[in-house]
């Protein structure tokens, strides 16, 4: 497809949705068409699968059902049709973000997630996923002043399992990431993040 898809990945707290906007920003400056989107959500149906997996207790393998319904409504009608009309879509979460919290976090079995991905994206892959890597603990203190959501408000373990998720997911496709140290200052982490796009033909 013309167009190219970056995902962001990283646990709650670690500084996705605050690089948004200065991603996007560089991108436009740079003549690309942009389309910024997010997961869980990105369509109406997929929206409203947000808010159910956000608020309603559920078991892992329910969870991602729905995180995997909504994201093949996502990508069906929002994402590919972009992708094929040569934009840049740039999504604060996508697939990998299954396998680190249904799969690490949840427990939900590795090759169940595997066959799900298989069927809603066929071999599509991210072209980067840039990983916001940084220690769970510094992440909580982050977002203590917002409230938390259903995944928000895991324990510390979950969320270090998620993020061991995002390591084994790295491990398996190593070239598609882009692991940064979002622990640093913002300026740094953007500079990092801008850098790995443009070592990436952006
Ligand atoms: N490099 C950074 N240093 C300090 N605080 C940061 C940094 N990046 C983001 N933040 C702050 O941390 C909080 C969580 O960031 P956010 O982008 O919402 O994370 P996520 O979308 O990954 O959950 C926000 O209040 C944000 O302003
Ligand atoms: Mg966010």
Do not use: N
């Amino acid at each position: 497809m013309p167009g190219k898809l970056i995902t962001f990945a990283g646990i709650d707290g670690a500084g996705k949705s605050s690089h948004l906007a200065p991603v996007e920003q560089w991108l436009l400056e740079r003549g690309h068409q942009v389309l910024v989107t997010r997961e869980p959500g990105g369509s109406e149906l997929a929206e409203q699968l947000r808010s159910m997996v956000l608020s309603t207790d559920m078991d892992g393998l329910t969870e991602a059902l729905l995180v995997f319904a909504a994201r093949r409504d996502h990508w069906r009608t929002k994402i590919s049709p972009a992708l094929t009309g040569g934009c840049v879509v740039v999504s604060d979460r996508f697939v990998d973000c299954s396998f680190a919290f249904q799969g690490g976090g949840r427990g939900v079995d590795w090759q169940v997630l595997e066959q799900l991905e298989a069927a809603v994206l066929g071999g599509v892959r991210p072209d980067i996923t840039l990983w916001f890597d940084l220690p769970v603990a510094e992440a909580v203190g982050r977002r203590a002043d917002r409230p938390a959501d259903r995944f928000e408000s895991e324990a510390v373990a979950f969320h270090a399992r998620a993020r061991a998720g995002y390591q084994r997911r790295m491990e398996r496709d190593p070239h598609r990431f882009v692991r940064v140290d979002a622990s640093r200052p913002r300026e740094q982490v953007l500079q990092a993040v801008l850098e790995g796009l443009e070592a990436r033909g952006l």
